[in-house]
């Protein structure tokens, strides 16, 4: 738990920096794609909808771009 905590905390206008463009990027995202990311993944993939599957690969890709990207 430490480690989450220094991480979060260390720079707290710095945090609310990335939080803030992150909440506007995935609201963006939403838009864009016509609805959240749960949705697309959970009535997408079982309904066999291509549109599912391509959207959840893709948010599942970018997240671990990111996450590479940040905690290198």
């Known amino acids: 738990m430490s480690r989450f905590n220094s ?3 260390d720079s707290i206008p710095l945090s ?3 939080f803030s463009t992150g909440g506007i990027l995935l609201g963006l995202g939403a838009r864009i794609g016509h609805g959240c990311t749960s949705a697309h993944t959970i009535n997408g993939i079982p309904n066999f909808a291509s549109s599912g599957f391509v959207a959840s690969f893709s948010f599942f890709a970018g997240a671990v771009f990111i996450a590479n990207i940040i905690y290198r």
């Open 7 to 9: 991480t979060v905390t």
């Open 16 to 18: 609310g920096l990335w």
